[in-house]
């Protein structure tokens, strides 16, 4: 995967004026930019904000802690693909505080898929606001819509009936997934027992997703684009969307092709380019700040640093 990321971004330099990406660089507006940079803090937070209140029902965590399992986490996404590192976060909780993995994996499955549905409705809106009709536009009405159509299933599907087979009970492994379905539908009855928690948490989602395109639109705003915030809206979610596929790394490489077909009638692509090498900052330096709370995870949960 990283050798993929690697090979993308040589062929995206090999067709590009890199002189004139130079250019557009120094050129930057320094000021936008650490607005555009100062904009993790309040990511970090919220979403450490909404992982809390995730796991309210059964576990009492601190704000801070969960700031650190975010950024631990986070610096595990550099390594892996489609932000697969956020499967420590229930890991670590249950090596420090006991935590039932199985429900600690049905929130992460719960997270990454309000975290869909809140993009979904991002997509939508910045549809809504662009007034454009093409295929893209299409593309992501049509994936949102679907998207938005799991919510009432997840609502009302029993999951216990489908555990209770006794197909279930044929295997060990089998039979732990049994137990994953269990759990699924209790994790299920205690959302839907708490509207309000609900509603606050797919709130703070769609508030978090709001602030990942706002810093889109302030980096473009960084290099001197033109490129209006509802375009933004519009076709940042669907470069983000490609840039989740698990090819490769943090989406390095296929977000960025994204980005150059989705904004190349719109900008020079010398300049998306550019904004997409600066974009790739949301993923490494949260990783990078959370270098050491990761060592230190590691350290308390017992787990080998090296693989012996």
């Given at each position: 995967m990283i050798l993929l990321s690697v090979g993308i971004m040589a062929i995206i330099f090999w067709r590009i004026d890199v002189q004139e990406l130079k250019r557009y660089i120094v050129e930057v507006d320094v000021h936008w930019l650490v607005l555009a940079v100062m904009l993790f803090i309040p990511q970090i937070y919220v979403s450490a904000y909404r992982w809390q209140m995730m796991v309210a029902d059964r576990i009492s965590v601190s704000l801070w802690e969960c700031t650190k399992l975010a950024l631990a986490a986070a610096s595990l996404n550099i390594l892996v693909p489609s932000r697969v590192g956020d499967l420590s976060k229930p890991y670590f909780m249950g090596k420090i505080k006991g935590w039932n993995m199985h429900r600690g994996l049905n929130v992460v499955v719960f997270e990454k898929y309000i975290d869909l549905a809140s993009l979904a409705i991002v997509i939508l809106t910045g549809t809504v606001w662009s007034l454009q009709a093409d295929s893209t536009t299409?593309?992501?009405?049509?994936?949102?819509?679907?998207?938005?159509?799991?919510?009432?299933?997840?609502?009302f599907i029993r999951l216990d009936r489908w555990a209770a087979l006794p197909f279930w009970g044929r295997?060990?492994?089998?039979?732990?997934?049994?137990?994953?379905?269990?759990?699924?539908?209790?994790?299920?009855?205690?959302?839907?027992?708490?509207?309000?928690?609900?509603?606050?948490?797919?709130?703070?989602?769609?508030?978090?997703?709001?602030?990942?395109?706002?810093?889109?639109?302030?980096?473009?705003?960084?290099?001197?684009?033109?490129?209006?915030?509802?375009d933004v809206f519009r076709l940042v979610?669907?470069?983000i969307l490609v840039g989740l596929l698990p090819l490769t790394v943090a989406g390095v490489g296929t977000r960025d092709s994204a980005m150059i077909y989705l904004f190349k009638p719109l900008e020079e692509v010398s300049l998306i380019v550019g904004v997409g090498l600066f974009v790739s900052l949301r993923y490494f330096v949260p990783g990078l700040l959370g270098l050491p709370?990761?060592?230190?995870?590691v350290v308390k949960s017992g787990m080998p640093k090296d693989g012996g």
């Open positions: 299409l593309f992501g009405v049509s994936f949102s819509l679907a998207v938005l159509a799991v919510f009432p299933v997840i609502y295997h060990k492994i089998l039979r732990k997934m049994g137990e994953f379905l269990l759990e699924s539908q209790m994790y299920l009855n205690d959302i839907k027992t708490n509207h309000g928690r609900v509603t606050q948490i797919i709130g703070v989602s769609v508030g978090l997703w709001f602030l990942h395109i706002i810093q889109f639109y302030v980096f473009f705003l960084a290099f001197h684009s033109q490129v209006s915030v509802f979610p669907i470069a709370f990761l060592n230190q995870y």
